[in-house]
């Protein structure tokens, strides 16, 4: 499966911004998927996670309550709607495919990445 990232871009302390993935080449509903991001100098880390219905989601404790993953099946997307931004939520965000969705919280789970995209959050 491939996928494109798109939706990053500048936004101030306690803006929003709407990341989207957009999927081809496989069936989409047969992969659970997950958002991860990387700040500079650091490690890339989970951020959020949705089974192949959308029926179970999970989130990192830093952006619980804040961000919400959702998914549409039939336009093979998958959003990431992140609301009170904060400058620590600046890095560069990717989106990732797997077929298993038992440790969605680990980069090995996942088989396919897009390509990344940079969310500044200013102060």
């Known amino acids: 499966v491939q996928l494109q990232a798109s939706g990053g871009g500048l936004a101030q302390a306690g803006g929003s911004l709407r990341l989207s993935c957009a999927a081809s080449?496989?069936?989409?509903?047969?992969?659970?998927m997950g958002w991860f991001r990387q700040a500079p100098g650091k490690e890339r880390e989970f951020v959020a996670a949705?089974?192949?219905?959308?029926?179970?989601?999970y989130y990192a404790d830093s952006v619980k309550g804040r961000f919400t993953i959702s998914r549409d099946n039939a336009k093979n997307t998958v959003d990431l709607q992140m609301n009170s931004l904060k400058p620590e939520d600046t890095a560069v965000y990717y989106c990732?495919?797997?077929?298993?969705?038992?440790?969605?919280?680990?980069?090995?789970?996942?088989?396919?990445w897009g390509q990344g995209t940079l969310v500044t959050v200013s102060s």
């Open positions: 080449g496989r069936t989409f509903s047969n992969y659970a």
């Open positions: 990732a495919a797997a077929f298993t969705f038992s440790s969605y919280y680990m980069r090995s789970n996942y088989g396919y």
């Open positions: 949705i089974s192949r219905s959308g029926g179970s989601t």
